[in-house]
């Protein structure tokens, strides 16, 4: 195209800054998409402090929104001009007729298994927006193998209540899908950043009558109510394992989930749970887990422990997509601020030193 734009790249440690970029060609089965709306994410900001190695220079940014500028040769069943989103999980199928194939789509059946049920191809799923290719943290992004990659926005849904869907909705619900909730569930969920929230609301969705939520942030809490919880317990005042144990009669939640990724809240939600509890783990951890003897009841607890990546392909996105339209689940409440591309900086400050009340912050070329 020789026409430039505006990204957020890496630059080094401690410093994320806008610069000017090529807008990138578009390849047979690419789409270029044109940037509407995007966020930052808590994975960005380990990026920023050099916690998480990306290339220096990488546009950074996986929670794209926005309308579709031009599509590769090889693209069907898209025009330019639609509202799309993508999934920060962006799985490479390698092979076209992949692209169209349902299970292939439904992300938590493509990263648990990483094939394709129906056609047996090998699919290398995983994160490449803002980790391994250009982000969405600018005026425009590549899309990958589009045709299974994109998904509609339905008319009537605004870019701020499908923002959550490519990545922070998508984890949460993975988080409860994987916590084994059925009908009549009390589950527990530690922290409620966006992705607990979420996981708050998921658990809720699939049955869970009792959800307890645990946070030391007074005013997430009280999101966390909006959402669906039931009973929300502040770190700071309370000992979560105890209130949990009196709140149950002593037999403990039939799961937790962990949104935070420490050993001081995995270790509670392990010893929150029941004999044949599950403990759903999303929080990136930093370091080594221990898993301490009496809380795993020496190997006899029966436990399990399942950890979950972000799901996503354009099915998975519609059934988010789907969840949003229907009203069940209103994530409004999460986006708590709007900045300008150019301010990106700014907000990046903002949002990594949780000033503010912010929970997450519209991100507008």
């Keep these: 195209m020789g026409k430039m734009m505006k990204a957020a790249v890496f630059v080094e440690k401690g ?61 069907t069943g898209y025009r330019e001009g639609q509202r799309v989103i993508a999934g920060a999980i962006c ?55 589009a045709q299974g990659n994109l998904a509609p926005v339905p008319d009537g849904l605004t870019d701020e209540q499908v923002l959550m869907c490519p990545d922070i909705m998508s984890t949460g619900f993975k988080g409860a899908e994987n916590a084994n909730i059925k009908i009549g569930d009390t589950v527990v969920v530690f922290a409620q950043g966006p992705i607990g929230l979420c996981a708050a609301a998921g658990a809720r969705l699939l049955g869970a009558t009792t ?32 209130e949990v ?21 995995f270790e509670s939600a392990l010893r929150c749970i029941r004999p044949g509890g599950t403990l759903s783990s999303l929080g990136v951890y930093s370091s080594d887990l221990k898993i301490p003897m009496d809380a795993f009841g020496a190997g006899l607890g029966d436990h399990k ?9 354009k099915e998975r996105m519609r059934r988010l997509m789907a969840v949003v339209a229907s009203g069940r689940v209103d994530l409004k409440p999460l986006v ?27 991100i507008k070329p």
């Design 91 to 145: 799985p490479n199928f390698n092979s076209y007729a992949a692209q169209d194939c349902a299970p292939s789509q439904d992300g938590s059946y493509l990263v648990a298994s990483g094939r394709c049920g129906c056609h047996g191809y090998k699919l290398t799923a995983g994160w490449r927006f803002g980790n391994l290719i250009d982000g969405s943290q600018a005026e425009y992004i590549l899309v990958p193998d």
């Design 245 to 265: 144990m009196k709140y149950t009669g002593g037999k403990g939640a039939d799961s937790a989930i962990e949104a935070l990724g420490t050993q001081a809240t």
């Design 336 to 362: 708590t601020h709007t900045r300008k591309l150019d301010d990106i900086v700014e907000a990046y400050d903002l949002f990594a030193n949780q000033r503010d009340g912010v929970l997450k912050v519209a």
């Design 305 to 313: 422990i399942n950890s979950a990546l972000c799901p996503g392909g």
């Design 15 to 75: 410093r994320i800054e806008l610069t000017d970029k090529p807008i990138p060609d578009v390849g047979p089965n690419d789409a270029l998409v044109r940037i509407t709306t995007t966020t930052i994410c808590g994975t960005d900001v380990h990026i920023l402090k050099a916690e998480y190695p990306v290339a220096k220079g990488l546009t950074i940014g996986h929670e794209p929104v926005g309308i579709i500028e031009k599509l590769g040769s090889g693209v």
């Design 211 to 242: 959800i307890i939520t645990v946070d030391g942030n007074d005013g997430r809490l009280a999101v966390s109510k909006k959402l669906g919880a039931d009973i929300t317990i502040n770190f700071k005042t309370q000992d979560p394992v105890s």
